[in-house]
């Protein structure tokens, strides 16, 4: 009898620990960060947030978080599809070709919750026209880079107008600048501008990157989530996180499609009177002889 109340209570130790260790995996929330257009100085500090971020949620949420920055698009869409992160701050243009989100809050930088981007080239550089055809750097945005360059921020310029290509992050694009390997970078404003190079022309604000959670969200998950955003103290790069909406990244969405270029429509000044149409014309009807519809044998 000893024998089998040993291995059952062993089966049930065994069991307990099984489920506590399942609890404590259901408990730990993964943060996902997809931002390669917030200007982080490095790599180091996108950690960091990261990891205060994950920290902050996980606390909300009852249990522990962490944070994961990813530097590919391809890699943060495969961890959100398997489920590994549900919960994330992810750049607007990115967000703008996807689904399946809802939005919790907004990053603040600078006090708001957008911010104007710019276009620094070389010394000597002055205006757009003078990049025609020059290699140009964008941060990623999941491989839309060019309809976000000439679409959202130049309004639907020609496709051919520049050779627009993907950088890591907004970092990696001015540090390539500043080595003399591209001619331009569509980047955030506020950044400095590396040596030999200044702003050519101010552009549009976008939005400021979005925390989103994936998934379904229960309204009771969702408020504990806006409550933690809503303490959370970041950087000087995300300061914090403020409530918003979801219609500056659908705005987004609307502009990367080409806009429809119509010539002008011309439409005559005419005015007719209904008797002008019927004056000249007989109102009664000419009788035709028979004999018109006779033939002669």
């Not at 491989?143 to 679409?151: M, P, Q, Y």
Request: hydrophobic fraction near 50%; charge should be positive; charged fraction near 20%.
């Amino acid at each position: 009898m000893r024998g089998p109340g040993i291995a059952a209570a062993l089966a049930l130790a065994l069991a307990l620990v099984a489920g506590a260790a399942a609890a404590a995996r259901a408990d730990t929330v993964t943060v996902g960060v997809f931002a390669p257009s917030a200007p982080f100085p490095s790599t180091a500090a996108r950690v960091e947030l990261a990891t205060r971020l994950g920290e902050q949620l996980g606390r909300a949420l009852g249990g522990t978080g962490v944070g994961r920055v990813y530097a590919r698009a391809t890699d943060f869409a495969a961890a959100v599809r398997k489920g590994e992160v549900t919960i994330a701050l992810v750049d607007a243009a990115y967000l703008a070709g996807t689904g399946g989100y809802a939005v919790i809050a907004g990053a603040v930088h600078g006090g708001d919750t957008a911010q104007r981007w710019q276009v620094i080239a070389r010394a000597g550089t002055h205006t757009l026209a003078e990049l025609r055809g020059k290699r140009v750097l964008v941060p990623s945005n999941g491989g839309r880079e060019a309809d976000l360059v000439l679409n959202v921020l130049l309004g639907g310029a020609e496709r051919d107008l520049f050779k627009i290509e993907a950088a890591p992050d907004t970092a990696s694009a001015i540090a390539a600048l500043g080595l003399g390997k591209a001619d331009a970078a569509f980047v955030p404003a506020g950044v400095e501008p590396p040596a030999g190079t200044a702003q050519v022309v101010a552009l549009p604000a976008l939005p400021t990157p979005v925390l989103v959670a994936y998934g379904a969200v229960s309204p009771a998950r969702r408020a504990a989530l806006a409550r933690a955003a809503a303490s959370f103290t970041g950087d000087a790069i995300i300061a914090a996180l403020r409530e918003t909406g979801d219609a500056g990244v659908r705005e987004i969405a609307r502009r990367f499609a080409a806009p429809v270029k119509r010539g002008a429509l011309l439409v005559p000044a005419v005015r007719v009177v209904t008797g002008e149409l019927v004056d000249a014309r007989s109102r009664s009807i000419e009788r035709t002889p028979a004999s018109t519809f006779v033939t002669a044998r």
